[in-house]
């Protein structure tokens, strides 16, 4: 079984950053694209962001291109989220996702394995 944990959420001031990571265990996700999806209050989940494997291809949503860059490191099996000029409305918890093809996985249903959320909060 795998388990993915987020961490690095937290309350930032608008413009600032954060980075979050997701760690996976259980077992190495070998060939599996990893991802990004967050949920506000009262709106459906949305996806932000995905990599592949190698790295070599990544999918962001339009909300966030220019500010967001996903990225990973095989060895440590962590997959980042390094946000940049967070806006108030990135306010949400973010969760972190696998799957085997990174086409599918930017849709929820897409996803193998989810992670539990970390709250990112952005002060005006």
């Known amino acids: 079984q795998v388990q993915l944990v987020e961490s690095g959420g937290g309350l930032v001031q608008a413009g600032g950053s954060l980075r979050l990571s997701c760690a996976a265990s259980?077992?190495?996700?070998?060939?599996?694209?990893m991802g990004w999806f967050r949920q506000a209050p009262g709106k459906e989940r949305e996806f932000v962001a995905a990599i592949s494997w190698s790295g070599g291809t990544t999918y962001y949503a339009d909300s966030v291109k220019g500010r967001f860059t996903i990225s990973r490191d095989n060895a440590k099996n962590t997959v980042y989220l390094q946000m940049n000029s967070l806006k108030p409305e990135d306010t949400a918890v973010y969760y972190c996702?696998?799957?085997?093809?990174?086409?599918?996985?930017?849709?929820?249903?897409?996803?193998?394995?989810w992670g539990q959320g970390t709250q990112v909060t952005v002060s005006s």
């Open positions: 996702n696998a799957g085997p093809n990174i086409i599918k996985i930017r849709t929820p249903i897409g996803s193998d394995y």
């Open positions: 259980g077992r190495t996700l070998s060939y599996y694209a």
